[in-house]
């Protein structure tokens, strides 16, 4: 796991770099806050020291677009201006005094979960194909039997067209919807 450590140019910058080489996690401290950034690392660590203007506003915005876990760092128990993603999957918050202990935890768990996380979405997005082709195909076989198909020889039809042409069914059945195809 890469962690990317936004600079606060003070000491918990290198309290954090220390706590997590004993744990056997990558962290860079980085000046600054991009896309590439957030490609590069697994998690980005950020502590209510930065003097970044809007962060709540900048840390919405990285949890929003799903890139990256976000582990925001404070002594504060006041987190109001984090309302809008403090219940998000992608965001994590751990207390400064007892971030010797936590944060070690909290990267562990964040890498195992991100992995079972993109494990999931990719399911559900081959799931959600699949629901795709299906009221498609269901939509080319009500095309097919107003023109005077049964529905098994609909479905005969689409099966074999796919067949021949050599063509994926859900390509078929567009193609049926789009009366490009004899039939």
């Given amino acids: 796991m890469r962690v990317a450590i936004i600079s ?3 000491y918990l910058d ?5 706590l997590l080489s004993q744990h056997g996690i990558n962290g860079d401290v980085v000046n600054r806050i991009n896309r590439q950034t957030l490609r590069q690392y697994d998690a980005l660590i950020a502590s209510d020291k930065l003097d970044i203007p809007n962060l709540p506003v900048v840390l919405e ?5 799903q890139t990256t876990q976000v582990v925001y760092i404070t002594n504060s128990t006041a987190i109001g201006h984090l309302h809008s993603v403090y219940g998000d999957i992608r965001f994590h918050i751990v207390n400064e005094t ?6 070690p935890l909290a990267l562990t768990l964040i890498g195992k979960f991100d992995r079972a996380l993109r494990t999931l979405f990719k399911e559900r997005d081959q ?8 009221r498609l195909t ?3 076989k009500r095309v097919l039997i107003d023109r005077g198909y049964s529905e098994e020889a609909a479905h005969q039809f689409i099966q074999k067209e796919a067949m021949d042409r050599r063509l ?7 193609l049926i919807i789009e009366e490009k195809i004899d039939f």
């Avoid at 290198?14 to 220390?18: A, H, P, S």
């Avoid at 915005?61 to 677009?65: D, M, Q």
């Avoid at 007892?98 to 944060?103: A, F, G």
């Avoid at 994926?168 to 567009?174: A, E, G, L, P, T």
């Fill in 8 to 10: 606060t140019g003070g």
């Fill in 14 to 18: 290198k309290r954090i770099v220390r």
């Fill in 61 to 65: 915005r990285i949890i929003l677009e």
């Fill in 98 to 103: 007892t971030m010797d202990v936590e944060l």
């Fill in 127 to 134: 799931a959600q194909d699949q629901l795709d082709t299906m």
């Fill in 138 to 140: 269901n939509r080319a």
């Fill in 168 to 174: 994926s069914k859900r390509q078929i059945v567009n």
